[in-house]
């Protein structure tokens, strides 16, 4: 038998039309080729068999006993692949299929609930896995070993094989609670002189604002490292710390007093990212369509106004 690699199908479609109708020209008429195009169909198909397959007894063409036996298995063979090949679109509704998300928790909560709320109309079927956030480099390695499927984060110029859109921007607060002693004339001496609470999924005490600081001659003093912002809000509102953190990691800013920054704190760019293998997959391609829709057209991650210091 020849290496498949090396095989035609074309050539099983012929051979199946040969097989059935034992006869050239009536294959040719039937696959809408010529016969000169059929007969070196079937010598190349003699050549793979290493059998004659038709052969002409009194006068007409007749299947060998290799040929016979191979009627059934190449139709078997050629409907599982026209179903592979044909196979009907399944419509979203109908398709089960779990979705694994990789994010932080704040903003993830609202994120993953406005999102299934879209998917109950859409996909009702489709299941979100919300994985644990160890930072953006751990998702990019999920995206790339596939134990996730879509990541937000900030990411740099990522390689040919992940795809990042921009879907929003962030921009740092200071929060703590309503009734702060810090949250009267508010301003840079009153910031640096309480404790801060920092998020950090790898226990880090120093980050990026250390740099800034660093830089104006200022330090700040880290009260306590947490590894999810989800703990940042309830700490805040039972303590006397403050908390530098994107607006929209916040759950509940209304309850809280928020400023901007006394000095100038870049924000940065929130991305949607996955590998290209995913591109070819119509459950995560609309999940990654319903993202865009959400960050971009409504706008769920819209922060409310704060007060300025």
Same mark, same amino acid.
């Given at each position: 038998?020849?290496?498949?690699?090396?095989?035609?199908?074309?050539?099983?479609?012929?051979? !199946?039309?040969? *097989?059935?109708?034992?006869?050239?020209?009536?294959?040719?008429?039937?696959?809408?080729?010529?016969?000169?195009?059929?007969?070196?169909?079937?010598?190349? /198909?003699?050549?793979?068999?290493?059998?004659?397959? *038709? =052969?002409?007894?009194?006068?007409?063409?007749?299947?060998?006993?290799?040929?016979?036996?191979?009627?059934?298995?190449?139709? $078997?063979?050629?409907?599982?692949?026209?179903?592979?090949?044909?196979?009907?679109?399944?419509?979203?509704?109908?398709?089960?299929?779990?979705?694994?998300?990789? #994010?932080?928790?704040?903003?993830?909560?609202?994120?993953?609930?406005? @999102? @299934?709320?879209?998917?109950?109309?859409?996909?009702?079927?489709?299941?979100?896995?919300?994985?644990?956030?160890?930072?953006?480099?751990?998702?990019? &390695?999920?995206?790339?070993?596939?134990?996730?499927?879509?990541?937000?984060?900030?990411?740099?110029?990522?390689?040919?094989?992940? !795809?990042?859109?921009?879907?929003?921007?962030?921009?740092?607060?200071?929060?703590?609670?309503?009734? !702060?002693?810090?949250?009267?004339?508010?301003? #840079?001496?009153?910031?640096?002189?309480?404790?801060?609470?920092?998020?950090?999924?790898?226990?880090? %005490?120093?980050?990026?604002? =250390?740099?800034?600081?660093?830089? $104006?001659?200022?330090?700040? &003093?880290?009260?306590?490292?947490?590894?999810?912002?989800?703990? %940042? =809000?309830?700490?805040?509102?039972?303590?006397?710390?403050?908390?530098?953190?994107? #607006?929209? /990691?916040?759950?509940?800013?209304?309850?809280?007093?928020?400023?901007?920054?006394?000095?100038?704190?870049?924000?940065?760019?929130? !991305?949607?990212?996955? &590998?290209?293998?995913?591109?070819?997959?119509?459950? %995560?391609?609309?999940?990654?369509?319903?993202?865009?829709?959400?960050?971009?057209? =409504?706008?769920?991650? $819209?922060?409310?106004?704060?007060?300025?210091?």
């Amino acid at each position: 038998m020849a290496n498949l690699r090396s095989l035609d199908l074309n050539l099983l479609v012929v051979l !199946h039309a040969l *097989l059935d109708e034992q006869h050239v020209t009536r294959a040719a008429r039937r696959l809408a080729l010529s016969q000169p195009a059929t007969s070196n169909a079937l010598e190349r /198909c003699r050549h793979i068999f290493n059998d004659p397959l *038709l =052969e002409r007894v009194a006068g007409e063409m007749r299947l060998t006993a290799k040929a016979r036996s191979l009627r059934e298995p190449l139709s $078997q063979a050629l409907a599982a692949i026209s179903a592979v090949v044909e196979a009907p679109e399944i419509k979203l509704s109908q398709i089960r299929q779990t979705v694994r998300l990789v #994010m932080a928790d704040q903003p993830g909560l609202t994120v993953i609930t406005s @999102l @299934l709320s879209r998917l109950n109309s859409s996909a009702p079927l489709v299941n979100l896995a919300l994985l644990p956030w160890h930072g953006s480099q751990d998702a990019l &390695h999920r995206l790339e070993s596939g134990e996730a499927d879509i990541a937000i984060s900030t990411f740099s110029a990522l390689p040919p094989k992940f !795809h990042r859109i921009t879907i929003g921007q962030q921009d740092y607060v200071v929060a703590m609670r309503a009734e !702060h002693p810090a949250s009267q004339a508010f301003n #840079m001496e009153k910031w640096l002189a309480w404790p801060h609470v920092v998020v950090s999924g790898k226990g880090s %005490v120093r980050g990026s604002l =250390e740099e800034i600081l660093a830089q $104006q001659g200022q330090t700040r &003093h880290v009260g306590a490292v947490v590894p999810s912002f989800t703990i %940042v =809000e309830p700490l805040i509102k039972a303590s006397d710390m403050i908390a530098t953190a994107p #607006m929209n /990691c916040l759950s509940a800013p209304e309850s809280l007093a928020i400023f901007a920054p006394p000095i100038k704190i870049p924000g940065f760019s929130l !991305h949607l990212a996955w &590998h290209t293998r995913r591109d070819s997959d119509p459950v %995560v391609q609309h999940v990654i369509k319903t993202l865009q829709s959400l960050f971009r057209a =409504e706008g769920i991650l $819209q922060a409310p106004g704060y007060k300025h210091a």
